[in-house]
Nanobody, 118 residues
């Protein structure tokens, strides 16, 4: 089965850190660009970060730049998102998504909940 499974979410205080993981299976992970996308309560989907295939060019949304770090381990078929200096507005369900050849997200995980609260 072609599958993405996120993990690592939880409850954290403002200023804290979490590391999210996305385990990929059923396809050749290394040849796909991958994104993290989030959905806050009552809001639509917000793209967070992208890492391309190959050399691994990285892009971030302005809202997380300087605080979040995306990375990938192709040998482990795993995508990561290191989140530091977390803010309450980072509270959301975080999804990893695979990019199609047309740069659309064609495969999504089930999401993992991140709650930032004191």
């Amino acid at each position: 089965e072609v599958q993405l499974v996120e993990s690592g979410g939880g409850l954290v205080q403002p200023g804290g850190s979490l590391r999210l993981s996305c385990a990929a299976s059923g396809f050749t992970f290394s040849v796909y660009g991958m994104s993290w996308v989030r959905q806050a309560p009552g809001k639509g989907l917000e793209w967070v970060s992208l890492i391309t295939s190959g050399i691994g060019t990285i892009h971030y949304a302005d809202s997380v730049k300087g605080r979040f770090t995306i990375s990938r381990d192709n040998a482990k078929n795993t995508l990561y998102l290191q989140m530091n200096s977390l803010k309450p507005e980072d509270t959301a369900v975080y999804y990893c998504a695979r990019h199609s050849a047309a740069a659309a997200n064609d495969l999504w995980g089930q999401g993992t909940q991140v709650t930032v609260s004191s």
